[in-house]
């Protein structure tokens, strides 16, 4: 008999700003994951140090090289999300039909932006100057070992398909990411979190790699 392999989905996890750990979690599974994922990690020039004008402007290559391996590191993807009516999940097959999958697109769109606060609710509209409102904390959970906190920076959505109503029937949304970093865990322990978890997981994985190679060294160093 054939073992049926169970596939892990991906999925966005969002939290409103500073409900983290224990306030309302907004789920967005993947009906269909990604079938590549392509990933762009480079490392930023840090600043350079005091020194004069003069100094600076002579700066060697091998100055911009030291200052490069002490930027910080920016991690940036897309991934794609489809989704279709005809073969939507179970979980959300009590929605209204003639809504199509125009709530699913609408739940990845709200990702972009503001929460809500409950002042908001109490406001009248006529504040001079209404502060900045926080977008939700977003995390990209891909398996059991990738787990990132991402910046939403951009959404393609091609609707392909749609009903009497003009509602979506099936849609591709390229979803585009910037991993957060250090900076933004200071004050946000969802992302604290997540890159502490991701990091170790990450550090296992080359351990073991490393670990399983250190008997070919004398194959391959001539020294």
């Known amino acids: 008999m054939t073992e049926v ?19 309302k979690r907004m789920l967005i599974p993947f009906r269909f994951n990604p079938e590549t994922l392509s990933r ?24 911009a090289a030291a200052d490069a391996s002490l930027g910080s590191l ?14 939507r999940h179970e979980s959300v097959q009590t929605l209204p039909p003639e809504l199509g999958i125009l709530p699913e697109i609408s739940a990845l769109e709200n990702l972009l932006y503001p929460a809500a606060s409950p002042g ?9 100057v209404k502060a900045r409102r926080a977008r939700p904390t977003v995390l990209f959970v891909w398996g059991t070992r990738r787990v990132l906190p991402v910046r939403i920076t951009g ?8 009903n ?32 502490d978890f991701t990091g170790r997981k990450r550090a296992e994985m080359a351990e073991q790699f490393f670990a ?6 004398t194959n391959i160093l001539p020294l």
């Not at 392999?5 to 306030?23: C, D, H, N, Q, W």
């Open 5 to 23: 392999t169970k596939y892990l989905r991906g999925a966005f996890i969002a939290f409103e700003p500073k409900s983290y750990p224990g306030g």
């Open 40 to 63: 762009s990690l480079q490392v930023e020039a840090g600043k350079s140090g005091g020194g004069t004008e003069a100094a600076k402007q002579g700066a060697t290559k091998g100055d």
């Open 74 to 87: 920016r991690q940036t993807f897309t991934v794609q999300v489809r989704f279709d009516f005809d073969d």
């Open 120 to 128: 908001d609710a109490n406001s009248d509209g006529k504040e001079p």
């Open 155 to 162: 959404m393609t959505i091609n609707e392909t398909r749609f």
């Open 164 to 195: 009497w109503q003009l509602n979506p029937t099936r849609a591709e949304v390229d979803v585009v990411l910037e991993v957060l970093g250090e900076g933004d865990a200071k004050d946000n322990r969802a992302v604290s979190d997540a890159l």
């Open 212 to 217: 399983g190679a250190a008997a070919q060294g």
